[in-house]
């Protein structure tokens, strides 16, 4: 079993950044797939981000492009993401995920293990 805990979600404001840590136990995590997703109240979890297991290729989905980086680093078995330019849309709970399934990075399913989640909040 994989145990995915985040850590660095808080109060910051618009403009501003902020990076968030998954730290991975249980086992070894470097040949997964790993993601980030987040959700909002009423809202479908959306995959922001997501890393080959080899941290060689990425993909983000549109609102995020050229703000959020995913960066991993399997020696330490932790998953990364740094959120610049944040906007108050970008207000959610942040999930990191892996996968078993090496699948292509756009594809939201497969995703066999999640964090408990932290809250990100942007103030305008």
């Known amino acids: 079993q994989v145990q995915l805990v985040e850590s660095g979600g808080g109060l910051v404001q618009a403009g501003g950044s902020r990076s968030l840590s998954c730290a991975a136990s249980g086992r070894t995590v470097s040949t997964y797939r790993m993601g980030w997703f987040r959700q909002t109240p009423g809202k479908e979890r959306e995959l922001l981000a997501a890393?080959?297991?080899?941290?060689?290729?990425?993909y983000y989905t549109d609102s995020v492009k050229g703000r959020f980086t995913i960066s991993r680093d399997n020696t330490k078995n932790t998953l990364y993401l740094q959120m610049n330019t944040l906007k108050p849309e970008d207000t959610a709970v942040y999930y990191c995920?892996?996968?078993?399934?090496?699948?292509?990075?756009?594809?939201?399913?497969?995703?066999?293990?999640w964090g408990q989640g932290t809250q990100v909040t942007v103030s305008s």
């Open positions: 890393i080959s297991w080899s941290g060689e290729n990425t």
């Open positions: 995920a892996a996968s078993r399934y090496n699948w292509a990075l756009i594809n939201t399913s497969g995703y066999n293990y």
